[in-house]
């Protein structure tokens, strides 16, 4: 089925393929939206896999919407949960990653809701969009039935590496980042309140992710310097639970120390593949409480390309 080695690896790593079977229909759910900070609020993923961290930021201007889920289903309850937490007429939305998940509810919105979006995300958008909206629905029924006509929604506005958004009494800073997970991650800043969507650049004992063949080491630690220099009090991974800046320095002392192990057994003349193997066993058992233990394979074998 998988005819990309590539894609293949880097799909396992997306999808939560232990808990697939039985697992419940990723649709983002009603009625749990929490209110963390002044003008912001969280629908929390519940640790579903192909579920996403919603994040509604609500200034007295206009609303922000990040990340609402995948397919219309999921877009059509964050919708009506938004509509419970603000009653402004101009609403943003801003997409962490293009990976279907967090960017198919899009289309749920109204026409005159504005998505803005870095050129670099616009650009895996186009080139690797509807293909892996095609592998995620290839899945199961259910997973057809979810993204049965799925589109991506064009960008109302564009930027290059960053756009700050007045909503009124409250700014959001938005950071075009990486390559990291993607070649277009952005991290979402709600200034004043300090709190920071990290997309899947940080996320709370959850392997990182090294999804696409742009996926870099060297810009994924620069990209946690970035996040770090904002100093937030509250970061919420686009999946797991929320937590505060030590889920930075966690990715950072992983990705160092898995970088410097992989450097050690490429010296010894180990190839990519028995680097690979004998690190997700290591940093397994060094990291028992993280989940997903199958992305330390393709972490390990992006690093070594990339590493002299
Ligand atoms: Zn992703």
């Known amino acids: 089925m998988f005819a990309h080695p590539a894609l293949s690896v880097a799909l396992l790593c997306v999808l939560n393929t232990a808990a697939f079977a039985q697992a419940p229909a990723p649709i983002v759910k009603e009625g749990k939206t929490a209110k963390i900070s002044p003008h912001v609020y969280l629908i929390p993923d519940e640790k579903v896999g192909m579920v996403p961290n919603v994040g509604i930021v609500v200034g007295n201007r206009a609303t922000l919407v990040i990340d609402p889920g995948m397919g219309l289903k999921s877009g059509q309850a964050v919708l009506r949960e938004v509509e419970k937490v603000s009653k402004n007429k101009t609403v943003y939305i801003v997409?962490?990653?293009?990976?279907?998940?967090?960017?198919?509810?899009?289309?749920?919105f109204p026409p005159s809701a504005k998505l803005i979006r870095s050129r670099a995300q616009q650009q895996d958008v186009e080139e690797m969009g509807m293909k892996w909206v095609a592998i995620f629905a290839a899945r199961s029924s259910a997973l057809t039935d979810?993204?049965?006509?799925?589109?991506?929604?064009?960008?109302?506005?564009?930027?290059?590496?960053e756009k700050t958004l007045d909503l009124g009494g409250v700014r959001v800073k938005m950071l075009r980042l990486g390559p990291g997970h993607t070649r277009g991650d952005t991290a979402v800043f709600v200034e004043g309140e300090n709190i920071l969507f990290s997309g899947d650049l940080a996320m709370n004992k959850l392997f990182p992710a090294f999804a696409t063949p742009q996926s870099r080491l060297s810009s994924w630690l620069t990209s946690l310097d970035t996040l770090d220099k904002l100093r937030p009090a509250q970061v919420i991974g686009a999946h797991y639970d929320k937590g505060d800046a030590a889920m930075i320095s966690a990715y950072r002392t992983f990705l160092t120390t898995l970088r410097d192990r992989v450097a050690e057994l490429k010296k010894q003349g180990k190839s990519p593949d028995e680097t690979a193997i004998t690190l997700r066993e290591e940093f397994r058992n060094k990291y028992p409480d993280w989940d997903q233990p199958l992305r330390i394979h393709a972490a390990a074998t992006a690093i070594y390309r990339e590493i002299p």
């Open 95 to 108: 997409n962490t990653h293009f990976h279907p998940e967090h960017t198919t509810g899009d289309i749920a």
């Open 146 to 161: 979810q993204l049965q006509g799925s589109t991506f929604r064009a960008p109302a506005e564009i930027f290059e590496n």
